[in-house]
């Protein structure tokens, strides 16, 4: 039930905060002022140095059952390539696991601990692939590729999916997104890339505020 609980989860808030930065403390920073702003599942790639520490520390820190209190957050790994580093990233503390890619080994690894993973995909064919591998939630990856309309012309033959697009996603079009049949959006680098220019990391947290107002307007039209 604990997966079936923290797929829920991730569909009900909606904005994924894909993290990369310079070291384990960077994004250490920038997660909690996410969190702070309203983004609760926050994913840390897999190419931050020391990005086992700082889920370790996270997932430590903040709790995905207590979602009536302010440390509510659900903290993955992302830019996982292969089986060995989603283990790696599970015993530090994920509990999701996102691929740029779909990887057959590092699915059924994640099957097996019984943690949700959420491959990268670009084509009906990935989509198909990942379904029959127990998939629950694709990446459509790099999102920019596309536009919403995408999401609705790849459901034609597989409603059956459900898509989250990772890339390209901005508070412009946010709404577009969540419309088509998004259940949900990963937002990358315009949610830090001012912070990191200025060194100011309550910009993450005023933009992580922006991303949740917009999503609960679009889901509420």
Known sequence: MKKLQLIQKIVDNGVVAVLRGDS??????????????????IEI???????????????RMY????DASENFAIIGAG????????????M???EFVVGPSLNPETVKICNLYRVPVLPGVTTLEGIQHALELGVDIVKLFPGNLYDPSII??????MPQANIMPTGGVSL????????????A?????????EALKTGDYSLVRQKAEQYMEAFYQAKQQ
């Open 92 to 94: 530090a503390g994920a």
């Open 63 to 66: 709790s995905w059952k207590a």
């Open 185 to 193: 959006v990963g937002i990358g680098s315009d949610l830090t890339t």
């Open 152 to 157: 609705k012309t790849l459901k034609g033959p």
């Open 79 to 90: 830019t996982v390539l292969e089986p060995q580093t989603a283990r790696a990233a599970i």
């Open 45 to 59: 790639t897999m190419t931050v140095p020391g990005a086992l520490k700082a889920i370790e520390k996270l997932s």
């Open 24 to 41: 384990a403390d960077q994004v250490f920073t920038m997660a909690e002022q996410a969190i702070a702003g309203g983004i609760k599942i």
């Open 172 to 183: 412009a079009n946010l709404g577009e997104w969540v419309k088509a049949g998004a259940v």
